[in-house]
């Protein structure tokens, strides 16, 4: 894999300086996410954690430029997230791999460097590269809807990938999976982490897959989302299946749970939950 082309001016890759984000007007108003300020450094691998509604889409489409803040300002890379995005300084993989299902899975992971007007041959050499690194190479030619949900988000993350960006948002990536495939991506994720250096920020509900993942934890808590606390976790670097068996691990998950349960200033969970 070439080493990403672009460079982050400082070691800060995300930075949200009181942000909040307002939906719709009168009755109908509702604040999503309220004085939101946190900063990601480069090669940090950054869950948002919390229960539904809280705003962890909302925050993750900010930093995309899906969504622009109602107050507060967003750095990515030290520029606006629409300057971020023209340079490509970030992909993203949502919760459904959405693929097209009428190229093949060689042509789905090329399709942004075809954009680019990157050469047959380029094109050809980097997508067998990223297949290599998600372990598709012998799917090259088949179709999406020939791959299991794992596969197929295997072929996502390795479109994020194409153009070599810094960092890498991910929303909810491995929620629909089953637990075997579930907990082969993370292990393969933390690979991908290792050999790139890339900086990622990770969405999700689960709080065993936020602590197994990532070098921070940053919880919100809902109506309005507002970061409740921010974690690091204090594991090894190194991650493997057996971490999972461990006392420290479960530690962590039991810090992170409380956060949950707290008599004071608790988070809200929906009575449904
Ligand atoms: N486009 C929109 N218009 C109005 N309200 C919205 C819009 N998008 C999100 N919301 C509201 O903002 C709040 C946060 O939603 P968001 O999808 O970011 O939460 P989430 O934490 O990602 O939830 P989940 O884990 O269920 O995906 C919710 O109350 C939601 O109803």
Known sequence: MPMSSIIVPDTCHIELDHVSV????????????????????????????????????????????LLQPTTGSIRVAGEE????RLQRQFGIVFQTPALFDWRTVRHNVELPLELLGTSRKECRRMSG?????????????????????????????????????????????????????????????????????????FVTHSIPEAVFLSDRIIVLSAHPGQVHSIH???LPAERDRELRETEAFYRMMTTIRNCFYEERDPIHVPAHQ
Request: charged fraction near 20%; hydrophobic fraction near 40%; include cysteine.
């Open 81 to 84: 997230p629409e300057r971020a």
């Open 22 to 65: 307002v939906f719709g007007s009168g009755a109908q108003q509702v604040t999503a996410l309220s004085d939101i300020s946190f900063q990601i450094h480069s090669n940090e691998f950054v869950s948002l954690l919390g229960p539904s509604g809280c705003g962890k889409s909302t925050l993750l489409r900010l930093v995309a430029d």
């Open 129 to 201: 590269e990223l297949l290599e690194m998600v372990g598709l190479t012998r799917f090259a030619d088949h179709y999406p809807w020939q791959l299991s949900g794992g596969m197929q988000q295997r072929v996502s993350i390795a479109r994020a990938l194409a153009l070599d960006p810094p960092l890498l948002l991910m929303d909810e990536p491995f929620s629909a999976l089953d637990e075997f495939t579930k907990e082969k991506l993370q292990l393969e994720l933390l690979d991908i982490k290792r050999s790139t250096g890339k900086t990622f920020l």
């Open 232 to 234: 690091s976790v204090n």
